[in-house]
């Protein structure tokens, strides 16, 4: 494991630690354990087959995202995905984003950089999704104005709700137009003789040698560029805007009745399918802080919150998250682990070190010396 992945490692042990802390300080372990012997683990079973048809759908949604430029058959779409997904929950940092588009290339020759900004679509189109849906719960459920919650010895409010919530707005706002600029050749041009002139910047250089750096670095800037538009090129279409739009609510959707299936095997878990909807949603901002491999703590935090806002006891939502969790994100690894032996990725290849290489039209480019 490199300096970097310990740092992240480490940061996130911390993290996920204090979130662990802050979800069950007030659960005596022999009321967890108890209250985990009354659950009815029958609906194991039909919550995980629509959390994996909710999967089914994110590849095929990424197939399209890819589109007619690379296109990809389902299942060399769905092992880089399952793959990726399996890494987030083992490594820290997210390296699985990175890891996903490197198996496709290596099983289909997509670019990295087309790959990496389909991943990058993908979560624009996701984090769309989750704040209309939220938004969307909000305005549909009666909410005291007035109330604040004490979590953790921290004091939220329903305004405290209500500006993350235009914060994520706003995020999600400036993702989208820099998605629409760097589409555009007459800003992604400029863009990329500008910063092919970093070399200048070097000044302890010799004039000569800031040239010819800037000269070697403005094709390989504009080439990777042109990439990661190709990777945006199939979403700037209306209708595959909007089939992706609809296939990104639809996978939302199936993975709250996941959750609302899962709780009916809990006792104390009596949500509408709204309430879990949102419930949902605020563990996926949660997990979006640093934290270990798997969101272990950070995942139990967003939901034990999440369902004390309904009234649920610590005991209860503790339980109901915990088990959850193990039903959304253990079928992955497994699954992961599978496509690994079939694909024979070699997952002890650091990402950090892969170079970011890939084709323009019959032209190869790589930004290090070795070709791979």
């Not at 300080?25 to 354990?33: E, G, H, K, Q, S």
């Not at 089939?243 to 009745?257: D, E, H, K, N, R």
């Not at 994100?329 to 024979?344: A, D, N, Q």
Request: proline share 5%; charged share 15%; hydrophobic share 55%.
């Amino acid at each position: 494991m490199d300096r970097r992945s310990r740092i992240s490692l480490v940061a996130g042990i911390v993290v996920s630690g204090v979130a662990l802390f802050l979800a069950f300080r007030n659960v005596p372990f022999t009321d967890l354990v108890a209250y985990a012997a009354t659950i009815q683990y029958k609906w194991i079973v039909p919550s995980l087959a629509v959390a994996l048809a909710s999967f089914l759908i994110r590849v095929f949604r990424w197939r399209i995202i890819l589109g007619s430029a690379h296109r990809v058959g389902m299942w060399d779409a769905y092992h880089p995905m399952i793959i990726g997904f399996m890494v987030n929950c083992i490594l820290p940092g997210r390296v699985g984003e990175i890891v996903r588009p490197l198996v496709l290339r290596e099983r289909s020759g997509v670019p990295v950089a087309t790959g990496l900004a389909t991943v990058g679509a993908e979560r624009v189109l996701d984090m769309v999704l989750l704040i209309a849906m939220l938004a969307w719960v909000m305005a549909t459920m009666e909410v005291d104005p007035n109330l604040e919650i004490t979590f953790g010895g921290y004091r939220l409010s329903w305004d405290t709700i209500q500006g993350i919530l235009s914060g994520m707005v706003q995020l999600s706002a400036a993702a989208i137009g820099g998605i629409v600029l760097l589409s555009l050749p007459a800003v992604r041009k400029p863009l990329t003789r500008w910063a092919a002139r970093a070399p200048f910047l070097l000044f302890f250089l010799s004039q000569k040698r800031r040239k010819t750096w800037s000269d070697r670095l403005q094709p390989l800037l504009e080439r990777i560029t042109e990439n990661i538009a190709a990777g945006f090129s199939e979403i700037r279409s209306f209708w595959k805007l909007a089939l992706c739009l609809l296939l990104s609510a639809s996978i939302w959707l199936l993975v709250g009745w996941s959750y609302r299936l899962m709780a009916y095997g809990c006792p104390g878990i009596d949500l509408t399918f709204n309430q879990m909807v949102a419930v949902m949603v605020i563990i996926c901002f949660a997990i979006a802080l640093p934290s270990v491999p798997g969101y272990w703590g950070i995942w139990e935090a967003g939901g034990v919150f999440a369902l004390y806002l309904f009234g649920i006891s610590a005991t209860d939502a503790s339980g109901f998250t915990l088990v959850n969790h193990a039903v959304q994100i253990l079928p992955v690894m497994v699954l992961g682990f599978i496509s690994v032996l079939i694909t024979g990725t070699n997952l002890h290849r650091s990402p950090h070190r892969t170079p970011i290489s890939g084709t323009v039209g019959n032209e190869r480019i790589s930004n290090s010396a070795s070709s791979d």
